[in-house]
Nanobody, 126 residues
Framework: QVQLVESGGGLVQAGGSLRLSCAAS????????IGWFRQAPGKEREFVAY????????TYADSVKGRFTISRDNAKNTVYLQMNSLKPEDTAVYYC???????????????????WGQGTQVTVSS
């Protein structure tokens, strides 16, 4: 089992940057694939980014591609989401999630993930 805690959210002006962190407990963190998702008020949860166990495979939603970068440091049990050129439409609660095994066709599906953090609020002002 793994517990996830997000941090790094806050209020930023459009065009600014934030780096979110997802810290995990447990000695088997490197065995988990990690996804970032977000949910804005009144909207469904949506996929943002994914990183495989080794950090080699990454995938992004089209809406964030080129602006966001996902990375991980397994020695620190932490996954990062660097968010640049933020837009007001990026405003949402951001969640990280972990899954031990997932296919490339399912990595964008939040229902497939086993563990979730509590979320961190990101607000981008115009």
């Amino acid at each position: 089992q793994v517990q996830l805690v997000e941090s790094g959210g806050g209020l930023v002006q459009a065009g600014g940057s934030l780096r979110l962190s997802c810290a995990a407990s447990g000695r088997t963190f490197g065995s988990y694939n990690i996804g970032w998702f977000r949910q804005a008020p009144g909207k469904e949860r949506e996929f943002v980014a994914y990183i495989g166990r080794s950090g080699v495979l990454t995938t992004y939603a089209d809406s964030v591609k080129g602006r966001f970068t996902i990375s991980r440091d397994n020695a620190k049990n932490t996954v990062y989401l660097q968010m640049n050129s933020l837009k007001p439409e990026d405003t949402a609660v951001y969640y990280c999630a972990a899954v031990s095994s997932i296919s490339t066709t399912a990595m964008r599906d939040g229902r497939r993930y086993e563990y979730w953090g509590q979320g961190t609020q990101v607000t981008v002002s115009s």
